[in-house]
Structures are given as C-alpha cells and as structure tokens.
C-alpha cells in the first residue's frame, strides 16, 4: 500500500490556475473568490495510518484552514467544499491510487483521483461529471493539479 503522509504545497508551474479558476467558478463559488483560491499556496498536510486518514488543507497567507477531516477508507462522511457546498464523500483505492467521490446536494457528483510520482509529486486529477466547464480536459470539467513534497 502507498503511504501518502506528507506535506505538499500546490505547484503553480505544473497547474493551470485559469483552469481552476473557471471550474471553481462553474460550482458556484464567486468570481473574486475563485481567483484568490486559484493563485493561493494552498498547503495540504497528509497523515495516514492504514486506512486512517488526517487531511487538512490550509491557505497560509490567510491563515485559514477550510479543509480538516480524519476519514477511514470506505466510510462515506460530510464535508464542505471552498465553495460552501455540503458534500458526501467516500475514499477508496484503486491500485495504488487513492480517490474519492463526492455527490453534493443538488446531486453534482465529483472523483478525484490521487497519485504518488517520482520525487514526491501528488498528481490529483478532478473529474467533476455533472458540470460543464469550457476549455477544461475532455469537456467533462476535468482538472489536473500538481502537489509538490515540501522539504524534498
């Protein structure tokens, strides 16, 4: 199994922060907002022990953190999206990829599929199947994003 514990910050040469901007704003979230979000050094940390998880997601420069969730692979729990939506989530594996899918309460449903490479990258891939999002990968509101390992 794939230990994912770490510390990553988001890698702005690798993502596309107008692509995230358009597809957080297709969710909902206000246009300001969105381009704060998509240029922010948004840092994740990881703990995982086995099917434990310990997520949290800060924003640094606004000494905020909108995500902080211990979750257990396979069990479905609540959460809020940066846009405010409340959201059903469930992690699980495929292969040595961690994903989850989240279904939201007007039924928009969302995977994101995460990966380990070389060098202490995190490959997120969010694959949002109810939202149409112009110029974004294969139409269907798909977004690739780059995490790299802080301290590596």
Known sequence: MVN????????????????FEKYVIARGMPPAKAKKM?????????????????????????????FDKKFVIGEEFEATRPTGEKTKVKF????DKLCDKSVDEEGKEE??????????????????????????????????GFWKMLGT
């Open 38 to 66: 998509a240029t922010a050094n948004i840092v994740m940390e990881v703990e995982q022990d086995g099917e434990n998880f310990h997520v949290k997601m800060t924003v640094p420069a606004e000494n905020k953190c909108p």
């Open 92 to 95: 699980y594996w495929d292969g």
């Open 111 to 144: 995977t994101i599929v995460r990966e380990l490479l070389p060098g202490g990258v995190l490959h997120a891939v969010s694959i949002a199947i109810k939202i149409r999002v112009v110029k974004l990968q294969a139409c269907l509101g798909s977004l690739s």
């Open 4 to 19: 994912f514990t770490g510390k990553y910050v988001i890698d702005h040469s690798k993502s596309c922060a107008d692509d």
